[in-house]
T-cell receptor
Framework: SQQGEEDPQALSIQEGENATMNCSYK?????LQWYRQNSGRGLVHLIL?????REKHSGRLRVTLDTSKKSSSLLITASRAADTASYFC?????????FGEGTQLTVNP | NAGVTQTPKFRVLKTGQSMTLLCAQD?????MYWYRQDPGMGLRLIHY???????AKGEVPDGYNVSRLKKQNFLLGLESAAPSQTSVYFC???????????????FGPGTRLTVL
């Protein structure tokens, strides 16, 4: 199975609410990255967290990493309709990224 | 600065036909990748390259070949297309990250391929 499994597979919330997506992985990593994909488009990098970091912020995004549990979470605060997209975590090992199957986030206006 | 570009954007093939997808990047990145994405799924790595003249197999390499003759270009070939290769193909590039691991990847807009 793919490394970087996301949970939940789909999430529907109201504008203004927070959205939390989780990612688990199986083997050691150099870093873990989160990407966003709008329908019919390529992926866009959101944030990278190194294996020796525990938390990172970027605007309305907050990422945590727990290497002991081999898991990461992405929190989007004060969501907007424009945040509707698929979100993927990707584990980095060497020169390769391994993507999970993604979480489809729908933010209702 | 165009980033990562892919040609063509769309293509329809008949079973057994061949084609080449072209990826170009203008960011002087060392690493380049070809992925495929099927409905409702994440990306699966087909082949990748860590430098000019080098290529390596990814997760799903069968039925595809690649070449990286120039640092800025990465070509993906289908020698004899099959319906199972109907998918959206994404190219990406990245630089090495100091301290190990892969830096953020920059993606092209994708090529939608249908094999009849």
């Amino acid at each position: 199975s793919q490394q970087g499994e996301e949970d939940p597979q789909a999430l529907s919330i109201q504008e203004g609410e927070n959205a939390t997506m989780n990612c688990s992985y199986k083997t050691s990593i150099n870093n873990l990255q989160w990407y966003r994909q709008n329908s019919g488009r390529g992926l866009v990098h959101l944030i990278l967290i190194r294996s020796n970091e525990r938390e990172k912020h970027s605007g309305r995004l907050r990422v945590t990493l727990d290497t002991s549990k081999k898991s990461s979470s992405l929190l989007i605060t004060a969501s907007r309709a424009a945040d509707t997209a698929s979100y993927f975590c990707a584990k980095t090992s060497g020169s390769r990224l391994t993507f999970g199957e993604g979480t489809q986030l729908t933010v209702n206006p | 600065n165009a980033g990562v570009t892919q040609t063509p954007k769309f293509r329809v093939l008949k079973t057994g036909q061949s084609m080449t997808l072209l990826c170009a990047q203008d960011m002087n990145h060392e690493y380049m990748y070809w992925y495929r994405q099927d409905p409702g799924m994440g990306l699966r790595l087909i082949h990748y390259s860590v430098g000019e003249g080098t290529t390596a197999k990814g997760e799903v390499p069968d039925g595809y070949n690649v070449s990286r003759l120039k640092k800025q270009n990465f070509l993906l070939g289908l020698e004899s297309a099959a319906p199972s290769q109907t998918s959206v193909y994404f190219c990406a590039s990245s630089s090495r990250l100091a301290g190990g691991g892969n830096n953020e990847q920059f993606f092209g807009p994708g090529t939608r391929l249908t094999v009849l």
